[in-house]
């Protein structure tokens, strides 16, 4: 069993048209997904061991999981190609177990890249690289030796076939606890690592700050370093910082027409050894880099999960509107879900399931019970009654909520008499004072949206209860939310399959809510779908907000825990309030946006209050090192002077 699973992902994005380096076109958008875990002998195992923990003198695995994405833009073709082997000895039988990852940035043509993809890995196997006892300088050489082969190789092929297509590279490997990684040309890759210093290690509650290293040393025409390896070769550099006035790279792949006066494929390599605090690696083309910069990699997944949240509020809300039960709308999204997940599960998944027990199952039906039947049950009434923006408002909540539930069952210790202690209690106080806001008061409209009337702005005493009991719902879905996050953080370390965990997750609350409609929605016209506006809504929440979203909350509960998931919340918020406006001509209220607003306030004085926390504890533990340090130099000069004696 893993003691801490860390993700190794391997993006490569779309490559923008402002590289003028590219004379040739693209090819049609495409996507993959590959995920399968490594392990470091004979056996396909589920993980990949890498090194001993110090501290308990246990062995340490890292779960890679691997993701590339591919986009032509506006071009024509497609000239860029990629390579995804989380286990390498399955395309290779008989060769070095390893990981290997590439993205291959072609120009002038796809011919390259292509050709690189096919032949590097093999060449770098043949080449020698070790096997068991690594030697790391072996290691290197074998990759620069495989760059060599590969690209004489290539320009053979492209003598004989007339071409001239060229390609920069970035390609790492995996061995061991050893990543090496290599490239040539403008094509980059990045390490997110956590700082010794924020005390994340281990970290399970909290936000986790993470730094982008950059790994690789462009190779431009333009650097005076390689300006002069060019000039030396004979080449000239233009004023606009390109080989022979047409190439900005000065290291690639083929390029024949270029070789003569200084393109070269000799690549720089780099490595280092995986830790704890290595989150993931990416790999990317200029077309990735010159759009992003290294440390908004981060938070893209946490944006993205909070985008598809914010869609899901208004989704839900216009099935409502047309009609859709408020029992049946959840049965049928948590099918749709299921039928996702469970086949990528299954497959995917099939090598690293522990077995299953009564008591994983017993938690697996709670966890369902509170993080799907309560949960999204509660949400839908209290959507029903109240509004997609103070549903999102409400939700804001749901981080004070999760650290008084973590206080009362001791996972939380709070100091009163501290800084960092007073702003977790004034943080709770706000966000549970701007609930209590948006639910009792709703105050005068400040925004008139398409559908509302003078009769809509005069709410009747009916409409202000509806209101209430809406609030109330979505409170008790808030609970809901804070006691799953809760209750998942400690089934995870038991069960880490994730999208195992989720889909049975998704399987007994499927159950329970069938059981509830089955006594609640007796007319079969209830269970009827009568038109595709209803087939897409149904399908986008169960694609998007249970199969998508559930999953990647439970993967972020994993790395970073439920405080750093409820992070960017106020984002939905701010989303969803806009959305509802424009889409559903919802009107903004007063009550609501000052709730709203001391709900973020709280939220971010708990999260101030955890980093000032985090802050102190490594200050005492680095004190106390010192001065640990300190008494044992101290009591080895004192050693050292009796023996002089």
Request: net charge neutral.
């Amino acid at each position: 069993m893993a003691e801490r699973s860390n993700s190794t992902s391997i993006d490569k994005e779309s490559v923008s048209t402002r590289n003028n380096k590219r004379e040739g076109h693209f090819d049609n958008s495409d996507s993959v997904t590959k995920k399968l875990r490594n392990d470091t002998l004979e056996e396909p195992k589920a993980e990949i061991s890498v090194q001993n923990d110090s501290k308990n003198g246990s062995e340490l695995y890292f779960e890679i999981e691997a993701d590339v994405a591919e986009d032509k833009g506006s071009r024509h073709t497609m000239e860029d190609a990629s390579v995804v082997l989380p286990d390498a000895s399955l395309e290779f039988p008989g060769k070095l177990r390893c990981a290997h990852f590439a993205i291959y940035d072609g120009h002038g043509g796809r011919l390259a890249a292509e050709y690189a993809q096919k032949h590097l890995h093999a060449n770098v196997l043949s080449a020698g690289l070790p096997r068991e006892l690594l030697d790391v300088k072996a290691a290197k050489k074998a990759i620069h030796e495989g760059f060599r082969r590969t690209d004489e190789s290539l320009l053979q092929e492209s003598a004989k076939g007339g071409w001239q297509d060229g390609a920069a590279a970035v390609c790492a490997w995996v061995l061991g606890s050893k990543v090496f990684v290599a490239n040539i040309g403008d094509a980059k890759a990045i390490l997110a690592r956590s700082s010794p210093a924020d005390g994340s290690n281990n970290s399970s509650d909290g936000s986790t700050p993470i730094k982008a290293i950059v790994l690789t040393r462009e190779h431009k025409a333009i650097y005076p370093q390689e300006r002069a390896r060019i000039q030396k070769a004979g080449g000239s550099v233009s004023s606009n910082g390109r080989l022979q006035a047409r190439l900005e790279v000065s290291r690639a792949f083929g390029d024949r027409q270029f070789k003569k006066v200084g393109v070269i494929a000799t690549p720089d390599v780099h490595s280092f050894d995986l830790t704890e605090r290595d989150h993931f690696i990416i790999l990317g083309c200029d077309g990735l880099w010159g759009v992003f910069g290294p440390s908004d990699a981060v938070d893209f997944v946490q944006k993205l999960l909070k985008l598809c949240y914010a869609g899901f509020h208004i989704v839900s809300r216009l099935a409502l509107n047309i009609g859709v039960s408020k029992i049946v709308y959840p049965v049928y999204r948590n099918i749709i879900a299921l039928l996702l997940l469970g086949p990528f599960a299954y497959f995917l998944e099939k090598k690293e399931r522990p077995p299953l027990t009564f008591s994983l199952l017993v938690q697996f039906f709670l966890l369902a019970l509170i993080g799907i039947t309560a949960n999204q049950g509660f949400y839908i009434l209290g959507l029903y009654y109240a509004s997609p923006t103070f549903a999102s408002a409400m939700q804001n909540s749901v981080p004070a909520i999760t650290f008084i539930m973590a206080s009362i069952l001791s996972l939380e210790r709070v100091h009163f008499m501290r800084r960092d202690g007073m702003a977790k209690i004034l943080g709770t106080i706000a966000s549970v004072g701007g609930a209590t806001i948006i639910t009792l008061y709703k105050g005068p409209p400040l925004l008139r949206g398409s559908n509302s009337s003078a009769e809509d702005m005069a709410a009747s005493h009916e409409k202000m209860l509806n209101w209430t009991w809406g609030c109330v719902y979505l409170l008790g879905h808030c609970l809901s939310w804070a006691g799953w996050m809760v209750l998942q953080a400690p089934i995870v370390k038991q069960y880490p399959a994730k999208l195992s965990l989720t889909s049975f997750t998704c399987f007994f609350g499927l159950i329970q809510f069938s059981v509830i409609a089955a006594f609640t929605e007796r007319d079969p016209t209830r269970w009827k779908i009568h038109s595709g506006e209803e087939v897409y809504l149904i399908l986008y929440a169960g694609i998007v907000s249970s199969g998508i979203v559930l999953s990647l909350q439970t993967w972020c509960i994993q790395k970073g825990g439920p405080v750093y998931v409820a992070t960017f919340q106020p984002v939905q918020t701010v989303l969803v309030a806009v959305m509802a406006f424009v889409v559903l001509g919802d009107q903004l209220y007063s009550g609501g946006i000052l709730g709203g607003l001391l709900i973020v306030v709280g939220l971010y004085l708990v999260l101030w209050g955890k980093n000032e926390e985090k802050r102190i504890v490594n200050k005492h533990t680095e004190e106390a090192t010192l001065t640990k340090h300190l008494l044992a130099s101290s009591s080895e000069e004192s050693s050292v002077g009796a023996d002089v004696c």
